[in-house]
């Protein structure tokens, strides 16, 4: 055998020949085959025409935004092989979202520009060592659970937890009800990595954000030239979902007529596409999740009164936080330790009076708005212990009850001072959106509601801005 067969092969697609080659350079001199291609596309039939030869990398390490195929679509169609290798992404900095939604696509592990070769290789051989111990699955999905770990020992959280193992392996309909930042997307997740499609895809769609006319396509997929602007063939949310579990979020904003569509692909478990005639089966457990009162909404005719029931098998209610405040001080623990693995230091703990002061709040945005007061006062303590005083400032600065000190206020900033018409834009919106959000309590429908603004695009904003 050859020295160079010996080597481990890596593919690498970067449409920036710079670091393609930095890449190129870095992983030869420690011994990897290198493969490069200059888009999505290159590397997935780099990998076809390997696979043809019964060859395939040992891992991919991929850009996000590339040309043709991104980096997103190459994961997604890595994922979908039997025995696909493991895939790196790298994303832009501060890209937080897209790398959390690569990481529940599938990804074993991401990394931000700028590259340092030391995270690279470090990263690189940690999920190669992943692999190599056939433990990659079950610790990608330890890391996901550990994302989505659900705290609470209070006894209505006991509660919940019992009824939640219980739902978890029965194959039926969930339906989640509770306030704006409750945790039902917390709940939704555990339940599906607690039951046995845990190795398959958990697929969410938040039915708020997709704008009516494309609800159809979004969830069921459509074919090319189906209609204007249908220039690929796409797979939708349903089919994605296939062996896995499908998570409806916000559910009450669906509009009827989806709802009915949706409805028969859930008795059928049977989907088609737009703009094709034949039917493709599904095998999906869906979980749906609500702020607002479906029975209302039933009695209102906004909503199906059969959907409502083929989605409420076994009803789950996350209690909002004031009815379990004795839940707080775990909370802050566990936020802080989040912090600490995100900011890489740190953060000083909340002092006696401080934590009996956060008991005294009401809470309207829950467990969400007492994660971003913590990570407020976290930056504005600067003695030993994050005191009442810090949360005070943190709180004192707008509207909402926990204004999230990021963006131009954190660094003291206004928008008027701006350095360009484009940033003045940009930081204003910024501001806008934020306080008017705060001024709903965190909810989104109600916003939009007010500012007389299509929820979808209210959405796009809030995600544009990190608002959510
Ligand atoms: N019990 C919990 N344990 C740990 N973290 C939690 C818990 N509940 C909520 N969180 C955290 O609070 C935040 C909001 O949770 P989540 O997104 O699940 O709420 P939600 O009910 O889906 O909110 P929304 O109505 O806005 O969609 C997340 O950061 C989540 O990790
Ligand atoms: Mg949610």
Redesign the pocket.
């Known amino acids: 055998m050859s020295k160079k067969s010996e080597r481990t092969p890596v593919l690498v697609a970067d449409d920036d020949p710079d670091i393609r080659l930095a890449l190129e350079m870095l992983l030869q001199y420690e011994g990897f085959e290198v493969w490069t291609a200059k888009d999505g596309e290159e590397a997935w039939r780099r990998i076809e025409a390997e696979r043809g030869a019964g060859r395939a990398p040992a891992l991919v390490l991929t850009d996000l935004k590339m040309p043709k195929l991104d980096g997103l679509e190459l994961l997604e169609r890595i994922v979908a092989l039997e025995d696909g290798p493991p895939v790196i992404l790298i994303s832009g900095h501060g890209d937080v979202a897209t790398a959390v939604e690569a990481m529940q696509k599938g990804a074993a592990n991401f990394l931000e520009k700028p590259i340092d070769d030391k995270r690279v290789l470090v990263t690189l051989r940690t999920t190669l060592r992943e692999g190599e111990l056939e433990v990659e699955n079950q610790e990608l999905r330890k890391r996901l659970t550990g ?6 020992e209070s006894e209505p ?1 006991l509660k919940l937890a019992s009824q939640l193992e219980q739902a978890a392996t029965a194959d039926a309909a969930v339906l989640i009800t ?10 939704a997740r555990n339940l599906h990595y607690k039951s046995t499609r845990a190795a398959g895809p958990f697929v969410t769609v938040n039915c708020a954000a997709i704008p009516n006319e494309l609800i159809e396509s979004e969830l069921f997929g459509h074919e090319k030239g189906s209609f204007t602007g249908a220039f690929e063939r796409r797979t939708g949310h349903f089919e994605a979902a296939d062996g896995g579990t499908l998570f409806l ?2 559910i009450g904003d669906m509009p009827l007529a989806a709802q009915a569509k949706v409805l028969r692909a859930l008795e059928s478990l049977e989907i088609t596409r737009v703009g094709d005639s034949k039917t493709i089966p599904v095998d999906i457990r869906v979980i749906a ?1 609500t ?1 607002a009162d479906l029975a209302t909404a039933v009695e209102e005719k906004s909503f199906r009164l059969d959907l409502f029931y083929r989605l409420n098998v076994v009803p789950l209610r ?1 209690p909002p936080l004031r009815e379990r405040k004795g ?1 707080i001080p775990l ?1 802050v623990g ?1 936020f802080l330790e989040a912090l600490t693995e995100r900011a890489g230091r740190t953060p000083p703990p909340v002092n006696a009076e401080a934590m009996e002061f956060l008991t005294t709040l009401d809470w309207p945005g ?3 708005q007492l ?1 971003n007061l913590l990570e407020g006062a976290a930056v504005f303590a600067t003695g030993d212990a994050i005191g009442k005083a810090d949360f005070e400032e943190v709180l004192a600065g707008g509207p909402g009850l926990a204004k999230v000190p990021t963006g131009p206020e954190l660094e003291g900033e206004d928008p008027f001072a701006a350095p360009t018409f484009e940033e003045f834009k940009n930081q204003s919106e910024r501001l806008f959106f934020k306080r008017r959000l705060e001024a709903n309590g ?1 909810n ?1 429908k109600r916003t939009a509601e007010e500012l007389g603004m299509q929820r979808s695009h209210l959405y796009k904003k809030l995600d544009r801005y990190q608002l959510r």
């Open positions: 994302r989505y770990e659900l705290i609470g959280m509770g306030e704006n930042g409750s945790g039902k997307e917390v709940i979020d916000e999740a702020n996350v839940d909370l566990h829950n467990v969400r994660r965190g989104v």
